[in-house]
């Protein structure tokens, strides 16, 4: 298996810039997601990991070897598709078996090949059927069936759920997931669901507007967001932005917030202007001692947790509380903020001051 | 705005009974959400109520009155579709204006200005109004489609899927604005989806529908709460409950024959011990998955939680959901 290296890589489409400079590391055995939203540049990195786009600059290396500018056909990958495209006119054997006749291999192995596949995707029952009358799951097991016979270095999936209703979805990720860690292939994902970003996920790139906002692992950059964007795109519902100017020394504890103290972690830079108070809707409290005040605008039951919206004076934050705890639309409530996991951002860049939280992964991120 | 009642209504397609006997009643004003697997039948309600399918038997009543020989356009429906279908050559005004300017309607351009501008704020799409429906985005280009709805005053709006070609990002924000644009209007709404936060998160009431049936009607938290059936337990809840052998923790009440354990109904630190497989980070919700005699148990622990692959947590149940061999709950 393989280990993927990206460095300095740019893709140009005429005046348009689709990837502006990524570098990312892929580890040998890791399953790693692209996971941004449309037009953010993650299926044209893809792309030209595969070697269906070339790139406008920069280097990709499989295993070492440079290989930015070879053919799809010499860099051994298999890329499956998110509209699974299957022969029609064959059985299920067949479909699976093609990449490994056309290589020209011989029969015996071919079938040993085939069966061993199917064995792994459970999906002995349906050998001879022909791929017309299959369900949806079925049909990408048999894709990825026709993916995995080969042995390739690496797999590259570009939304390969993304056909799938929101149940099977479900399902059909726990399943991919499993499978990945009984063969440890390198696995590239391509996704704009941070749900199944986080799921899947060992690694996560978030990608915006052709760059890199942040590389890392599914739970730091869900707690240490380096940017206002990662921090709005990964959760849901999304980060909690109140908005506040005021000037901050390196070593604060606390910030003034609707003229109360509130709680952030301690800052490692000062900084003077415009401010997004950053908290997750987990780490939002209702209580009446709190001095920060809201109204009760909406809530939404979730079954265990509920959300609650309510309007304050730097705008509106949602809080995730136990469906059980009373709370009427109308009311005015305090506020409780876990200060320990708020992060602060420069309103008008949106970059993440760095704290106690989070100078540890921003530094090397 | 009216009430919609179906009084066992059934239609088949062939052999294939699509809506099998279907009495249900959508209150004037409420928000109510069919939920169910693909083929139970959702769609071809809704298509049943806005007189695109007739039914083989049964009575279909729009604010008290059947509405069986009438056109659909005689129903006075309002239907979003999965896909939007906007009219690529006009301006986004002119696509929300067209379904005011029906020679039926004969509604006056001043009216049509006015109801245009309302539409295009709820939604926020104003600035747009100018642009040609082609320049747009798909999650503008939707509204578009849900704003052509809302510019009328029909009976009822009949939703089919309408945010499910969208991403995730801007299908939780119009889940959202549709749920105020719903109660600031006062507006009666049937919905049909087989994603379960936009059921739990917008509904007043939900419909769960399984093979053209309509199986349990109530509220989100009823249903979440006290579902009739496993399947319908496992509708509603990620993750899902987990359906294991009645007896794994003990004695069992009398018939039961599967135990159903939600995460909050699994208590950990006392009980059997289960190993580790796996914990899954999703950032506001940390998923551990056990194995406890072969059996799979997915359920939720602290979001920093030390436990890793390997490790064992003893659990046991608490006020847990026990289901009969036909998956009928039994207590």
Redesign the interface.
């Known amino acids: 298996m393989a280990e993927i290296e990206i460095r300095n890589l740019r893709k140009e489409f005429g005046d348009f810039t689709a990837v502006q400079s990524s570098s990312f590391k892929v580890q040998d055995g890791e399953f790693f997601m692209l996971l941004g939203?449309?037009g953010c540049g993650k299926t044209t990195t893809l792309r030209m990991i595969a070697g269906l786009e070339l790139p406008t600059s920069g280097e990709i290396y499989l295993d070492g070897e440079e290989c930015g500018q070879k053919p799809a056909s010499q860099r051994d990958i298999a890329f499956v598709f998110q509209m699974f495209a299957l022969y029609p006119h064959m059985n299920v054997r067949r479909n699976i078996s093609y990449p490994l006749v056309s290589q020209g291999m011989q029969r015996a192995q071919v079938r040993e090949k085939v069966a061993e596949v199917a064995r792994i995707l459970d999906i002995e029952g349906i050998l001879d059927r022909p791929v017309g009358g299959l369900s949806g799951g079925d049909r990408q097991r048999v894709a990825l069936g026709r993916a995995i016979v080969r042995d390739p270095k690496c797999f590259l999936m570009d939304e390969p759920l993304g056909a799938l209703?929101?149940?099977f979805r479900?399902r059909m990720a726990e399943e991919l997931?499993a499978l990945h860690?009984r063969m440890g292939a390198t696995t590239v994902y391509v996704t704009?669901?941070?749900?199944e970003a986080?799921?899947m996920g060992d690694k996560i790139v978030v990608m915006n507007h052709g760059v890199i906002e942040q590389f890392g692992?599914?739970?730091d950059i869900?707690?240490k967001p380096a940017t206002m964007f990662v921090a709005d795109?990964?959760?849901?519902?999304?980060m909690n932005f109140l908005t506040l100017e005021d000037r901050v020394e390196a070593g604060a504890t606390s910030i003034a917030l609707g003229g109360q103290a509130v709680g952030i972690p301690a800052l490692h830079e000062a900084f003077g202007g415009k401010m997004a108070y950053g908290v997750?809707?987990?780490h939002v409290r209702l209580s009446d001692a709190a001095g920060f005040r809201g109204q009760i605008v909406?809530t939404?039951?979730?079954?265990?947790t509920q959300?609650v919206?309510l309007a304050t004076l730097n705008g509106d934050v949602k809080a995730?509380i136990g469906?059980a705890q009373p709370a009427r639309v109308g009311e005015t409530v305090g506020l409780d903020f876990n200060g320990a996991t708020v992060t602060l951002f420069d309103r008008r860049t949106g970059r993440a001051l760095r704290s106690d939280l989070n100078d540890g992964v921003l530094a090397h991120g | 705005m009216a009430e919609v009642t179906l009084r066992g209504t059934t239609k088949q397609f062939g052999s294939t009974v699509a809506v099998d006997d279907l009495s249900m009643t959508t209150p004037d004003g409420a928000f109510v959400v069919l939920l169910g697997?693909?083929g139970a039948g959702k769609t071809t309600t809704l298509r049943l109520i806005a007189g695109l399918e007739q039914p083989d038997a049964g009575e279909i009543e729009i604010g008290g009155r059947s509405v069986l020989g009438l056109t659909p356009a005689q129903r006075d429906v309002a239907m979003v579709f999965q896909q939007y279908s906007l009219y690529p050559h006009m301006t986004v005004r002119e696509n929300l204006a067209f379904p005011l300017r029906s020679p039926v309607l004969e509604t006056p351009e001043q009216e049509i200005k006015r109801k245009v501008g309302e539409v295009a704020e709820t939604l926020k799409i104003s600035h747009k109004l100018d642009n040609k429906a082609t320049a747009l985005s798909?999650g503008e280009m939707q509204r578009v489609s849900i704003g052509r709805a809302l510019v009328r005053d029909p009976s009822i709006y009949l939703m089919d899927e309408p945010l499910?070609s969208l991403?995730?990002?801007l299908r939780?924000d119009l889940r959202?604005e549709l749920?105020?644009v719903q109660a600031s209007l006062g507006a009666t709404l049937l919905y049909v989806t087989?994603?379960?936060?936009e059921a739990?998160?917008m509904a007043t009431q939900v419909g769960v529908l399984e093979q053209g049936r309509l199986v349990q009607f109530g509220t989100?938290?009823e249903i979440?709460e006290d579902p009739v059936s496993l399947t319908v337990a496992g509708r509603?809840?990620?993750p899902?409950i987990n359906a294991l052998p009645a007896d794994l923790f003990g004695s069992a009440p009398p018939r039961a024959c599967t135990i159903g354990l939600?995460?909050?109904h699994i208590e950990q630190g006392e009980g059997l011990l289960s190993e580790v497989v796996?914990v899954?980070?999703?950032?506001?919700q940390?998923r551990l998955h056990l194995s406890l005699a072969g059996h799979d148990i997915i359920t939720l622990t602290s979001?920093?939680t030390d436990l890793t692959p390997g490790a064992t947590v003893a659990i046991r149940p608490r006020n847990a959901l026990y289901f009969d061999a036909s998956g009928a709950r039994v207590a």
């Open positions: 939203p449309s209703d929101a149940e479900e997931r860690d704009h669901d941070q749900l986080m799921q692992e599914p739970q869900y707690d795109f990964i959760g849901s519902p999304s997750r809707p987990e909406a939404e039951y979730l079954g265990t959300i919206t995730r469906s | 697997p693909t798909g499910s991403d995730a990002k939780s959202i749920k105020r087989h994603d379960q936060i739990m998160t989100p938290r979440y509603l809840g990620l899902r939600r995460p909050e796996r899954e980070h999703l950032g506001d940390t979001v920093h």
